[in-house]
T-cell receptor, first 111, second 110 residues
């Protein structure tokens, strides 16, 4: 079993919809959680970073962590075609160590 | 200029050949990483280095070696390339809260 599981998709939604992307993790030592966005032919870029259970908002993006159920989510409101990318969740036991990535979910926003 | 630069961007090589992928960063961070990305498998860690004198194996280091020439430079070598090493390779450096990735090297072994 992979330490971080992520539905690979692909996921297609119409422009303006709310998108929900999800991951689960199995390592209880994971304390830090991130979402990376990767456009085609580019390296991943950090989208959200959090270390506590609950919600963290940044513009149209909300990261949600539930440590009791080991569940990580990313919500995108008012989705735009420019949000079309692969989204990777990642976790690690402590700051500045080794990230473990999910497999990534490929998202397409249809105009 | 990009914070993390990888060369080459694309490479086709033959089975059995030795190949080196190079990475340099301008972020000034000590930690550097090499990952490979395969469809359905995500990013997997090959090697990582916490400073010039510290090199560590990741989860899939067999068939690879690395060299940390300076704080800013971290190269990955395939001693004898094989077809299942065909993949997209990423170098990264990181701060306490964020990893910065290069643009990737698409390697094809034929």
């Amino acid at each position: 079993q992979k330490e971080v599981e992520q539905d690979p998709g692909p996921l297609s939604v119409p422009e303006g919809a709310i998108v929900s992307l999800n991951c689960t993790y199995s390592n209880s030592a994971f304390q830090y959680f991130m979402w990376y966005r990767q456009y085609s032919r580019k390296g991943p870029e950090l989208l959200m970073y959090t270390y506590s259970s609950g919600n963290k908002e940044d513009g149209r993006f909300t990261a949600q962590v539930d440590k009791s159920s080991k569940y990580i989510s990313l919500f995108i409101r008012d989705s735009q075609p420019s949000d079309s990318a692969t989204y990777l969740c990642a976790s690690e036991p402590g700051g500045n160590e080794k990230l473990t990535f999910g497999t990534g979910t490929r998202l397409t926003i249809i105009p | 200029d990009a914070d993390v630069t990888q060369t080459p961007r694309n490479r086709i090589t033959k089975t059995g050949k030795r190949i080196m992928l190079e990475c340099s960063q301008t972020k000034g961070h000590d930690r550097m990483y090499w990952y490979r990305q395969d469809p359905g498998l995500g990013l997997r860690l090959i090697y990582y280095s916490f400073d010039v004198k510290d090199i560590n194996k990741g989860e899939i280091s067999d068939g690879y070696s690395v060299s940390r020439q300076a704080q800013a430079k971290f190269s990955l070598s395939l001693e004898s390339a094989i077809p299942n090493q065909t993949a997209l390779y990423f170098c990264a450096t990181r701060s306490n809260t964020e990893a910065f990735f290069g643009q990737g090297t698409r390697l094809t072994v034929v």
